[in-house]
């Protein structure tokens, strides 16, 4: 089965820094997705990025993919204390599936 | 903006009673799904519903568990006859669509199975 593994599992910054996770996993995929976890709250949908697309751009956020290394990176341009939660990936097999197959997490911790 | 409501918050249980945690979803959303997190693990898939039946089940989701949606508003996750390792956060998400397409997360009920 695929896995999502991502790294660093744990990342501090200061305000205004960039924060860059990453993430790899072992199958085809349909999509890839990023969620953000604030502590005691459920995932909240952040960006897809389909397996045909190489990079992609919401706000502060940059995705990009690269299928033939099965990898993605988040990249959080001048990050906030607000910024501060696990980011997860997740992605969609490409058979006819609903579920979404999450990695492991980077906790974010930004400071003011 | 919509979002999945979960109820109760948390529930301690004691091992061997049923619990039913509950979610109500996005009003126009079509797919639901129940996911769960052991403490300090991976988000895992159980079940995902549709057209008032199970679509996709994972290897977790067994005889101990089930879901419906009994009133077409409320859709429940029932787990039987419950273990210590049922302990975790269990989370709720709806889709307008299917096909890995975004869902919305409710906040989670935490079971804790004593």
């Known amino acids: 089965s695929q896995q999502g593994e991502e790294d660093p599992q744990a990342l501090s910054i200061q305000e205004g820094e960039n924060a860059t996770m990453n993430c790899s996993y072992k199958?085809?995929?349909?999509?890839l997705q990023w969620y953000r976890q604030n502590s005691g709250r459920g995932l909240v949908h952040l960006i897809l990025?389909?397996?045909?697309?190489r990079e992609k751009h919401s706000g502060r956020l940059r995705v990009t993919l690269d299928t033939s290394k099965k990898s993605s990176s988040l990249l959080i341009t001048a990050s906030r204390a607000a910024d501060t939660a696990s980011y997860f990936c997740a992605t969609g097999p490409p058979y006819n599936t609903d579920k979404l197959i999450f990695g492991t997490g980077t906790r974010l911790q930004v400071f003011p | 903006e919509p979002e999945v409501t979960q109820t109760p918050s948390h529930q301690v249980t004691q091992r061997g009673q049923e619990v039913i945690l509950r979610c109500v979803p996005i009003?126009?959303?079509?797919?639901f799904y129940w996911y769960r997190q052991i403490l300090g693990q991976k988000v895992e898939f159980l079940v995902s519903?549709?057209?008032?039946?199970?679509?996709?089940k994972s290897e977790i989701f067994d005889d101990q568990f089930s879901v419906e949606r009994p009133d077409g508003s409320n859709f429940t996750l029932k787990i039987r006859s419950t273990k210590l390792e049922d302990s975790a956060m269990y989370f709720c998400?709806?889709?307008?669509?299917?096909?890995?397409?975004?869902?919305?997360f409710g906040d989670g009920t935490r079971l804790s199975i004593l």
């Open positions: 998400a709806t889709g307008k669509t299917g096909g890995n397409q975004p869902q919305h």
């Open positions: 199958t085809s995929i349909n999509n």
């Open positions: 990025i389909r397996s045909n697309e």
């Open positions: 009003s126009n959303h079509l797919y």
């Open positions: 519903f549709y057209n008032n039946e199970i679509s996709e």
